[in-house]
Protein backbone atom coordinates (compact mmCIF):
# COMPACT_ATOMS: atom_id res chain seq x y z
CA UNK A 1 0.00 0.00 0.00
CA UNK A 2 1.51 3.36 -1.15
CA UNK A 3 1.44 6.62 1.83
CA UNK A 4 2.96 9.69 1.53
CA UNK A 5 3.59 11.90 4.41
CA UNK A 6 3.84 15.22 4.61
CA UNK A 7 5.99 16.62 7.18
CA UNK A 8 7.85 20.48 7.59
CA UNK A 9 7.48 23.72 9.44
CA UNK A 10 4.43 24.60 10.65
CA UNK A 11 4.83 28.16 11.07
CA UNK A 12 7.03 30.13 9.04
CA UNK A 13 7.21 34.14 9.45
CA UNK A 14 7.02 36.67 6.16
CA UNK A 15 9.78 36.79 3.70
CA UNK A 16 11.18 33.51 5.27
CA UNK A 17 11.54 30.18 3.29
CA UNK A 18 9.20 27.63 3.98
CA UNK A 19 10.39 23.84 3.91
CA UNK A 20 8.66 20.55 3.48
CA UNK A 21 9.04 16.95 3.11
CA UNK A 22 7.17 14.51 1.80
CA UNK A 23 7.92 10.45 2.75
CA UNK A 24 6.70 8.28 0.47
CA UNK A 25 6.50 4.26 1.48
CA UNK A 26 5.17 1.40 -0.91
CA UNK A 27 6.57 2.70 -3.76
CA UNK A 28 10.02 3.88 -5.40
CA UNK A 29 10.06 7.55 -6.34
CA UNK A 30 12.52 6.49 -9.00
CA UNK A 31 10.29 4.17 -10.92
CA UNK A 32 8.96 5.36 -14.07
CA UNK A 33 5.57 4.85 -13.80
CA UNK A 34 4.36 7.57 -11.88
CA UNK A 35 5.32 11.38 -11.37
CA UNK A 36 5.14 13.55 -7.83
CA UNK A 37 2.92 16.60 -7.15
CA UNK A 38 2.66 19.52 -4.38
CA UNK A 39 -0.91 21.07 -4.35
CA UNK A 40 -2.10 23.65 -1.69
CA UNK A 41 -5.51 24.58 -0.32
CA UNK A 42 -6.12 27.95 1.45
CA UNK A 43 -8.29 27.91 4.82
CA UNK A 44 -11.59 27.50 3.03
CA UNK A 45 -10.72 27.66 -0.54
CA UNK A 46 -10.10 25.31 -3.17
CA UNK A 47 -7.08 23.80 -4.76
CA UNK A 48 -3.68 24.89 -6.49
CA UNK A 49 -1.60 23.08 -8.11
CA UNK A 50 2.08 23.65 -7.52
CA UNK A 51 4.42 21.93 -9.24
CA UNK A 52 5.45 18.46 -10.13
CA UNK A 53 8.67 16.46 -10.56
CA UNK A 54 9.07 13.74 -12.79
CA UNK A 55 10.88 10.64 -12.25
CA UNK A 56 14.05 12.09 -14.34
CA UNK A 57 14.12 14.40 -11.86
CA UNK A 58 12.38 16.99 -14.59
CA UNK A 59 9.77 19.48 -13.12
CA UNK A 60 7.14 21.92 -13.95
CA UNK A 61 5.84 24.56 -11.77
CA UNK A 62 2.90 26.83 -11.65
CA UNK A 63 3.73 29.83 -13.51
CA UNK A 64 1.80 32.17 -10.78
CA UNK A 65 4.74 30.83 -7.94
CA UNK A 66 7.74 29.37 -10.60
CA UNK A 67 10.30 32.17 -9.34
CA UNK A 68 9.83 31.10 -5.56
CA UNK A 69 9.52 27.13 -5.69
CA UNK A 70 11.63 24.67 -5.78
CA UNK A 71 10.55 20.81 -5.69
CA UNK A 72 13.64 18.27 -5.27
CA UNK A 73 13.92 14.78 -4.85
CA UNK A 74 15.81 12.60 -2.60
CA UNK A 75 16.43 9.03 -4.07
CA UNK A 76 18.34 7.68 -1.09
CA UNK A 77 15.35 8.49 0.99
CA UNK A 78 12.49 7.95 -1.21
CA UNK A 79 11.16 11.60 -0.19
CA UNK A 80 10.50 15.04 -2.02
CA UNK A 81 10.55 18.57 -1.05
CA UNK A 82 9.24 21.51 -1.37
CA UNK A 83 10.62 24.94 -0.69
CA UNK A 84 9.02 28.16 -0.98
CA UNK A 85 10.85 31.36 -0.63
CA UNK A 86 9.62 34.81 0.12
CA UNK A 87 6.41 33.79 1.75
CA UNK A 88 3.29 36.15 2.71
CA UNK A 89 0.48 35.62 4.54
CA UNK A 90 -1.16 34.17 1.06
CA UNK A 91 1.02 31.70 1.35
CA UNK A 92 -0.95 29.96 4.29
CA UNK A 93 -2.60 26.97 3.02
CA UNK A 94 -2.78 23.00 3.82
CA UNK A 95 0.06 21.91 1.52
CA UNK A 96 -0.74 18.47 -0.10
CA UNK A 97 2.23 15.59 -1.70
CA UNK A 98 0.31 13.76 -4.46
CA UNK A 99 1.47 10.67 -6.82
CA UNK A 100 0.77 11.50 -10.63
CA UNK A 101 -0.42 7.92 -12.24
CA UNK A 102 -0.54 7.15 -15.80
CA UNK A 103 -3.71 5.63 -17.46
CA UNK A 104 -3.16 3.44 -20.48
CA UNK A 105 -4.72 5.98 -22.66
CA UNK A 106 -2.28 8.11 -21.11
CA UNK A 107 -4.44 10.00 -18.81
CA UNK A 108 -2.55 11.99 -15.69
CA UNK A 109 -4.52 12.03 -12.47
CA UNK A 110 -3.41 12.14 -8.89
CA UNK A 111 -4.23 8.49 -7.27
CA UNK A 112 -2.47 8.37 -3.47
CA UNK A 113 -2.51 11.92 -1.67
CA UNK A 114 -0.84 12.44 1.89
CA UNK A 115 -3.18 13.63 4.51
CA UNK A 116 -1.88 17.16 4.06
CA UNK A 117 0.11 19.23 6.88
CA UNK A 118 -0.58 22.96 7.91
CA UNK A 119 1.55 25.87 7.22
CA UNK A 120 0.78 29.27 8.47
CA UNK A 121 2.68 32.53 7.86
CA UNK A 122 2.86 35.03 10.60
CA UNK A 123 4.76 36.76 12.88
CA UNK B 1 -4.18 29.26 -18.40
CA UNK B 2 -7.12 26.98 -18.63
CA UNK B 3 -10.24 27.98 -16.49
CA UNK B 4 -12.84 25.58 -15.07
CA UNK B 5 -15.90 27.08 -13.60
CA UNK B 6 -17.94 24.14 -11.88
CA UNK B 7 -21.50 24.83 -11.63
CA UNK B 8 -23.16 25.18 -8.52
CA UNK B 9 -21.19 25.98 -6.31
CA UNK B 10 -22.92 24.37 -4.08
CA UNK B 11 -26.45 22.04 -3.25
CA UNK B 12 -28.34 20.71 -0.92
CA UNK B 13 -29.98 17.29 -2.01
CA UNK B 14 -31.47 14.11 -0.18
CA UNK B 15 -30.34 10.81 0.28
CA UNK B 16 -31.59 8.98 -2.80
CA UNK B 17 -31.69 11.84 -5.04
CA UNK B 18 -29.45 11.81 -8.70
CA UNK B 19 -26.93 14.70 -8.42
CA UNK B 20 -25.16 16.30 -11.48
CA UNK B 21 -22.15 18.78 -11.29
CA UNK B 22 -21.03 20.40 -13.88
CA UNK B 23 -17.65 21.21 -14.90
CA UNK B 24 -16.91 23.52 -18.58
CA UNK B 25 -13.36 24.90 -19.23
CA UNK B 26 -12.14 27.43 -20.97
CA UNK B 27 -10.98 25.71 -24.18
CA UNK B 28 -11.49 22.16 -25.76
CA UNK B 29 -9.52 19.62 -23.17
CA UNK B 30 -10.52 16.53 -24.90
CA UNK B 31 -11.52 14.11 -22.20
CA UNK B 32 -8.25 15.23 -19.65
CA UNK B 33 -10.54 16.08 -17.20
CA UNK B 34 -11.04 14.23 -13.56
CA UNK B 35 -13.11 14.31 -10.40
CA UNK B 36 -11.96 14.30 -7.00
CA UNK B 37 -14.29 14.49 -3.81
CA UNK B 38 -13.15 16.04 -0.32
CA UNK B 39 -14.20 15.38 2.84
CA UNK B 40 -13.34 17.98 6.10
CA UNK B 41 -9.94 18.09 7.24
CA UNK B 42 -9.21 14.87 4.69
CA UNK B 43 -7.35 14.59 1.19
CA UNK B 44 -8.71 14.83 -2.02
CA UNK B 45 -9.37 11.45 -3.25
CA UNK B 46 -10.08 10.96 -6.83
CA UNK B 47 -13.09 8.99 -8.62
CA UNK B 48 -13.30 9.55 -11.67
CA UNK B 49 -10.31 9.97 -14.89
CA UNK B 50 -10.35 10.37 -18.11
CA UNK B 51 -13.74 11.80 -17.74
CA UNK B 52 -15.60 8.74 -17.47
CA UNK B 53 -13.24 6.24 -16.17
CA UNK B 54 -14.03 4.89 -12.77
CA UNK B 55 -11.16 4.91 -10.44
CA UNK B 56 -10.46 1.16 -8.81
CA UNK B 57 -12.80 0.81 -5.27
CA UNK B 58 -14.97 3.58 -6.28
CA UNK B 59 -18.72 3.03 -5.76
CA UNK B 60 -20.82 2.86 -9.24
CA UNK B 61 -22.99 5.51 -8.58
CA UNK B 62 -20.21 7.76 -9.38
CA UNK B 63 -20.21 8.43 -13.17
CA UNK B 64 -18.60 11.26 -15.42
CA UNK B 65 -19.23 12.45 -19.07
CA UNK B 66 -18.80 15.20 -21.22
CA UNK B 67 -15.50 15.65 -23.77
CA UNK B 68 -14.45 19.28 -25.18
CA UNK B 69 -15.23 21.67 -22.70
CA UNK B 70 -18.14 20.77 -20.61
CA UNK B 71 -18.52 17.71 -18.17
CA UNK B 72 -20.91 16.07 -15.73
CA UNK B 73 -20.27 14.02 -12.09
CA UNK B 74 -23.53 12.29 -11.59
CA UNK B 75 -24.04 10.56 -8.68
CA UNK B 76 -27.35 8.40 -9.08
CA UNK B 77 -28.38 7.36 -5.96
CA UNK B 78 -26.93 9.83 -2.76
CA UNK B 79 -25.71 7.92 0.03
CA UNK B 80 -24.85 9.44 3.38
CA UNK B 81 -21.52 9.17 3.08
CA UNK B 82 -20.97 11.25 -0.46
CA UNK B 83 -22.04 14.58 1.53
CA UNK B 84 -18.40 16.55 0.57
CA UNK B 85 -16.86 18.70 -1.71
CA UNK B 86 -16.41 17.85 -5.36
CA UNK B 87 -13.21 19.34 -7.45
CA UNK B 88 -13.13 18.97 -11.58
CA UNK B 89 -8.96 18.70 -12.62
CA UNK B 90 -7.94 19.42 -15.92
CA UNK B 91 -4.70 17.78 -17.14
CA UNK B 92 -4.47 18.89 -20.74
CA UNK B 93 -1.80 21.26 -20.46
CA UNK B 94 -0.01 23.09 -17.76
CA UNK B 95 -0.74 24.95 -15.18
CA UNK B 96 -2.50 21.54 -14.16
CA UNK B 97 -5.85 23.37 -12.69
CA UNK B 98 -9.04 22.74 -10.41
CA UNK B 99 -12.65 23.82 -10.82
CA UNK B 100 -13.26 26.12 -7.50
CA UNK B 101 -15.50 22.97 -6.33
CA UNK B 102 -19.29 22.04 -5.03
CA UNK B 103 -20.02 21.76 -2.08
CA UNK B 104 -23.01 18.82 -1.58
CA UNK B 105 -25.01 19.91 1.75
CA UNK B 106 -27.81 17.43 3.54
CA UNK B 107 -31.06 18.85 2.61
Known amino acids: QVQLQESGSGLVKPSKTLSLTCAVSGASISSGDYSWSWIRQPPGKGLEWIGY???????YYNPSLKSRVTILEDRSKNQLSLNVTSVTAADTAVYYC???????????????WGEGTTVTVSS | DIQMTQSPSSLSASVGDRVTITCRAS??????LNWYQQKPGKAPKVLIY???SLQSGVPSRFSGGGSGTDFTLTISSLQPEDFATYYC?????????FGGGTKVEIK
Open chain 2, 50 to 52: AAS
Open chain 1, 53 to 59: IYHSGRT
Open chain 2, 27 to 32: QSISNF
Open chain 1, 98 to 112: ARIARSPTAHYYMDV
Open chain 2, 89 to 97: QQSYGNPLT
